[in-house]
């Protein structure tokens, strides 16, 4: 059984039918990177996963451990290990990021009546900074988000996400308003992130642009167009949605769709369509 699975999954908002059967599995110790256009359907995806209740499943599941990660609340996803870094993370003014650190951290880690040991949270503190020389210590101080540039916040992100390690990362377009410093910067965290964790960690990289990808290598590259993964393949398929653009992509699919005449998975130069009628 994979760590997350994601099972035909259907989800609208209001009267909107946004993901149309979306299937994906991810373990620990594997890199993913999910594709597609805007309004695909890829940030809907990463907004179910977190609880965001604005958004409806109307059909399908999702398992975490074996779990219903649906039945969860947004906390205790967290607490079992589920980490969403925001496309557009929020300022919260007046908490310092020492502050919500602390927070977050004796949460996950099951302090329920008091918040972990200051010394604890020090000692574990100075351990991630050192071991992320891409972050200020600086920003432990500042309030969280609060006046921040585009740059600052996703290594605000690293940090949390460094501070709680998490089982499953989902970093939703976190490339987005970076620019191609920022984002090789940024990347660079997660990726040290990633190996240290020695195989305890799975990272959903969710984007429209094969930058990221040239720092965060992929093992598996899905595309995803109109609320469905209608491919998925290795590393390569980042270097070909490059190349040839969606829509290169979308006409493959479209010849293959018009070929097959059943539902399910045609396998092609190394990609998988999945197909449906």
């Not at 919260?92 to 040991?117: C, D, H, N, Q």
């Not at 740059?151 to 990362?169: F, H, S, T, V, W």
């Amino acid at each position: 059984m994979a760590d997350l699975e994601i099972k035909d999954l259907t989800v609208q908002v209001e009267d909107k039918v946004i993901l149309k059967g979306a299937n994906l599995t991810l373990n620990k110790g594997e890199i993913h990177a999910l594709m597609g256009p805007n309004g695909s359907g890829k940030s809907t995806l990463a907004n179910v996963l977190m609880g965001n209740p604005f958004y409806q499943v109307v059909k399908g599941g999702i398992l975490y451990k074996g779990e219903d990660l649906l039945a969860m609340a947004p906390d205790a996803r967290a607490r079992k290990g589920l980490f969403i870094a925001f496309q557009y993370p929020v300022s919260i003014p007046g908490v310092t990021m020492s502050s919500f650190l602390r927070t977050a951290v004796s949460a996950r880690r099951g302090y329920e009546k008091e918040l972990i040991p200051v010394g604890e949270f020090q000692k574990l503190l100075k351990q991630k900074l050192a071991e992320l020389p891409i972050i200020e210590p600086t920003i432990v101080g500042r309030y969280v988000n609060e006046g921040f540039s585009g740059g600052e916040k996703k290594r605000a992100e690293i940090l949390q996400m460094a501070m709680l390690e998490p089982e499953i990362a989902i970093m939703d377009e976190t490339d987005s308003g970076l620019d191609i410093d920022s984002v090789k910067i940024v990347a660079e965290g997660i990726t040290r992130m990633y190996e240290r964790a020695n195989g305890n960690m799975g990272i959903l990289v969710i984007t429209h642009y094969s930058r990221i990808l040239h720092y965060i290598k992929p093992s598996n590259v899905h595309v995803m167009f109109d609320g469905r993964i209608v491919v998925s393949g290795g590393p390569e398929l980042a270097e070909e949605l490059e190349a040839a653009g969606y829509e290169g992509i979308r006409s493959q699919f479209e010849v293959i769709a018009a070929e097959v005449q059943h539902e399910g998975a045609v396998k092609r130069a190394g990609k998988v369509f999945w197909v449906e009628h």
